[in-house]
């Protein structure tokens, strides 16, 4: 058997409407985790200063098992990954005045690529034959450092008017990437896709379903537009600034 071929093998195929019923992924996530915070409330200046600070240490162990097509075969394909995080975090918040509390925040964030883009199934519904989708059962979580600053005055008892401004660092992100390959790359057998793909394949190629039948090697000259997930090579960098105004309308409405 040759495993660096199939390790590298294209997904379960869905192929116009017709699902092969074993195009479903799985993926098994175990999650461990433990959090310690210190806090401190003093008084510097005669302004109240309250702040407090977390780690939180993650272990995840993540087994995805996918459906693969070889030479018109189903067959199951894990991957295993492991990975360890350290997300810290500290808020801080100072009650300048019995209205005027200003607030500063900084941590380090971790979100995990979305389940459908980690199976590698592959999807050729395209009738023109010129464009398939397929996940990356190879993503890891990306991450983001966020700093906010800013603050809220309160107008009354629930009403208050804030203002915070926030920055993020988001170090591999995950967007889809569309790249030209060969027919040949996906792992499809010209005879298992539609007919109305086979006819399209042919008229693009300039010859007839009967003459690529006969020497698939015409395939290599098929490009198709295959789309899948990756990582954005350059960290994404959002500033912005958010607003807020809670008004009460007890003063029109009693209660």
Same mark, same amino acid.
Not at 17 to 46: C, P, Q
Not at 164 to 192: C, E, M, Q, W
Not at 230 to 251: C, I, R, S
């Given at each position: ?64 098992? &996918? ?11 894990? /991957? $295993? ?29 971790? /979100?995990?690529?979305?389940? &459908? ?13 010129? &464009?398939?989708? $397929? ?8 991450? &983001? ?6 603050? $809220?005055?309160?107008?009354?008892? /629930? ?48 010859? /007839? ?47």
């Amino acid at each position: 058997v040759n495993y660096d071929a199939l390790a590298k093998a294209r997904g379960g195929v869905t192929l116009s409407t017709t699902y092969n019923n074993a195009g479903a992924s799985n993926i098994d996530e175990k999650i461990s985790a433990s959090y310690l915070m210190a806090y401190t409330n003093n008084a510097i200046g005669g302004v109240t200063l309250k702040t407090n600070f977390g780690l939180r240490f993650q272990n995840t162990d993540q087994v995805i098992t &996918s459906p693969n097509n070889i030479n018109s075969k189903i067959v199951m394909i894990t /991957t $295993e990954h492991r990975y360890h995080d350290v997300l810290p975090s500290f808020n801080a918040v100072a009650n300048v005045t019995d209205h005027l509390n200003l607030r500063f925040a900084a941590s380090k964030t971790m /979100t995990r690529a979305n389940p &459908s883009q980690m199976s590698s199934q592959l999807n050729f519904g395209d009738t023109s034959a010129q &464009s398939a989708s $397929e996940g990356n059962p190879a993503l890891k979580p990306y991450y &983001s450092k966020n700093l906010d600053i800013g603050g $809220e005055y309160y107008t009354g008892k /629930t009403g208050y008017v804030g203002l915070t401004f926030f920055s993020k660092t988001i170090k591999d992100f995950i967007a889809n990437s569309a790249t030209r390959v060969p027919f040949t790359a996906l792992g499809l057998d010209y005879a298992n896709i539609s007919q109305q793909q086979q006819i399209a394949i042919a008229s693009y190629l300039n010859t /007839t379903v009967a003459a690529i039948s006969a020497d698939p090697s015409l395939l290599a000259g098929m490009p198709i537009n295959l789309t899948q997930p990756f990582y954005v090579q350059n960290p994404l960098k959002l500033t912005g600034a958010e607003f807020m105004w809670v008004q009460p309308l007890d003063f029109v409405t009693p209660g």
